[in-house]
């Protein structure tokens, strides 16, 4: 009993402390964070799809393109409203033109009819135009739909094809 009494008195004398400090945060040094949404994608972008609100493919094709449904709408942050253009890259594919004939695409911008753009043959398009400020919202999430008036759908497996997207946003 006498040797076991003084370790008892030494093992009630550790410093420790009752609590410890978080460890330092540090940010993965890989480069793949991806950005916040902002005025322009990519649909090949590595972040492509946060911009997606509905009716566009999940994947990439070729890295670059994405198919697009009947009425794909897309989200960006804007700073500022004043002397922005919509832009957008697109292509008609020929099997579209082939099983319905001529289409229309409609854009809108925050629910508000930007422009149509029509196409009778298979073509790549490159469609630009100033928008409003009326129609846009500062510091906020702008909705740009791009609703075609016919889409191919797949005999096999029911998949609708609308048309290919390359790219699409805001520029000054």
């Known amino acids: 009993m006498s040797i076991l ?4 008195f030494l093992s009630g004398c550790a410093n ?3 609590s ?3 460890p330092v945060q ?10 916040p949404l902002g005025h322009f994608v990519n649909m090949g972008d590595l972040n492509a799809t946060a911009y997606i609100v509905k009716d566009v493919a999940d994947v990439a094709e070729a890295g670059s393109w994405r198919w697009a449904r009947k009425r794909p709408e897309l989200r960006f942050y804007l700073e500022t409203i004043e002397n922005l253009t919509y832009k957008a890259d697109f292509n008609i594919a020929d099997m579209l033109i082939r099983e319905t004939g001529p289409v229309t695409i409609s854009i809108f911008v925050n629910d508000h009819l930007l422009a149509t753009v029509k196409s ?3 073509e790549e398009k490159h469609f630009e135009k100033p928008v409003p400020p009326k129609f846009l919202r500062a510091k906020a999430i702008n909705i740009v739909a791009m609703e ?5 759908v797949s005999k096999t ?3 609708v094809f609308g048309f290919i997207l390359s790219r699409a946003g805001f520029t000054p």
């Open 26 to 35: 540090r940010k993965p040094l890989d480069g793949t964070e991806p950005k």
């Open 20 to 22: 410890y400090a978080p």
């Open 148 to 152: 075609i008036d016919k889409v191919w």
């Open 16 to 18: 420790i402390p009752d």
């Open 157 to 159: 497996d029911g998949t």
């Open 5 to 8: 009494l003084p370790l008892f």
């Open 120 to 122: 009778a043959e298979a």
